[in-house]
């Protein structure tokens, strides 16, 4: 075993266990999402891109109602969906039982229809969610009717009408017209919002793993896990001090097992970073190591100098970004990929991460 694979072997067995523990109580929390929207808005197509699943045939937690359904995504009740028409549509005691549901609620996504614009009602009903004080997310759906070049000022009119922000809304088409796609779109920009809302809370996997699309809820994973370890700053080459950035790598390629129900073990996780990171002579991590040497960086050492700079960042998001693109093309092979494919996708990935998102 080289020094670099012995490097990388004995950052990951001090932080696999405790990674693995984290994903246990993440997947014992509970988590409840509304669905909120005028008739027709286009509530149980969200759903179904989301989660994969027929509203109308999934059998009702006991005291919903025809017009407030409760219904468990999966098999332990952990995560609960609400369906429910605006507030002022429904008749008073129905009313009750929604405003009573949504005090239980972690996010709201409120869904509203294109064809024909925000109403008055609408805007009162947004608003009503929006008092609760959770995250409200409003998806302008069936944007496919609305002709392209009417679109950027139709967004902006609605958005005005309803008092959000551009960032608390993304445009959709749950069910699209199949002239234009064969699939729902702006699902990944919903799942992107939902996470950033559930990881301080710590109900960000939980969510992950009960996605239709796997591809899609690990992009969320490794596209927050890239950002944290850029922050964090330090460069995760066999030889530096980078203990943050490994535990963040460590903890990704566990979240991305366990949306893939695949065994999290360090075994798993050893394979994974060690055949990426250990590199090649032309890959991501000898330019990573050329850059920093030429920085100033002695091999062995400590990379105080480095933890700050801009380099520093780069190498930290690109290789996070790459060792997790890596790990889900591993769950979606059903772990039959050799380490020369593994370091492939991750010099592939880490390079555009570095293109797009580097300094240096």
Not at 133 to 145: A, M, S
Not at 176 to 205: F, R
Not at 293 to 314: E, F, H, N, R
Request: contains cysteine; glycine residues 8%; charged residues 20%.
């Amino acid at each position: 075993m080289s020094d670099a694979s012995l490097e990388i072997e004995k950052a990951v067995l001090a932080r696999w266990e405790l990674a693995a523990g984290e994903i246990d109580r993440a997947l014992e929390e509970n988590l409840a999402v509304a669905f909120l929207g005028s008739a027709s808005s286009g509530k149980d197509s969200a759903i179904r891109a989301l989660f994969g699943i027929d509203f109308g045939q999934v059998d009702p937690i006991p005291g919903s109602t025809e017009e407030v359904r409760v219904a468990a995504v999966d098999a332990e009740g952990r995560l609960l969906v609400i369906n429910a028409p605006g507030f002022g549509d429904v008749r008073a005691d129905v009313d009750k039982r929604a405003r009573a549901a949504m005090e239980q609620l972690d996010i709201a996504i409120y869904v509203l229809n294109c064809d024909g614009g925000a109403t008055i009602d609408e805007r009162r009903d947004l608003d009503a969610v929006r008092a609760l004080g959770r995250p409200t997310l409003v998806c302008l759906n069936k944007i496919d009717l609305i002709r392209p070049g009417q679109r950027e000022a139709f967004v902006d009119a609605t958005l005005e009408q309803l008092g959000i922000q551009k960032e608390d809304a993304v445009i959709t088409a749950f069910d699209p017209l199949p002239v234009l796609s064969d699939k729902p779109i702006g699902v990944q920009e919903v799942v992107n919002w939902i996470h950033t809302n559930l990881e301080q809370d710590g109900k960000a996997l939980l969510f992950a793993k009960n996605l239709r699309n796997r591809a899609i809820a690990c992009e969320s994973m490794i596209r927050s896990a890239a950002k944290q370890a850029t922050l964090a700053g330090a460069i995760p080459i066999p030889g530096a001090d980078a203990t943050a950035v490994t535990a963040i790598q460590v903890r990704l390629i566990s979240n991305i097992a366990a949306v893939f129900d695949h065994r999290i073990d360090k075994d798993l996780i050893l394979f994974i970073m060690g055949e990426a990171l250990a590199g090649s002579s032309k890959g991501f991590i000898r330019w990573a190591v050329t850059a920093a040497k030429t920085a100033g960086w002695i091999p062995g050492g400590q990379v105080v100098a480095l933890a700050t700079s801009a380099l520093g960042a780069t190498v930290s998001g690109a290789t996070t970004f790459g060792v997790g693109k890596a790990a889900v093309a591993f769950m979606e092979n059903g772990g039959s990929i050799t380490g020369t494919e593994i370091r492939e996708i991750f010099d592939l990935q880490a390079f555009a991460w570095k293109q797009n998102n580097g300094n240096s």
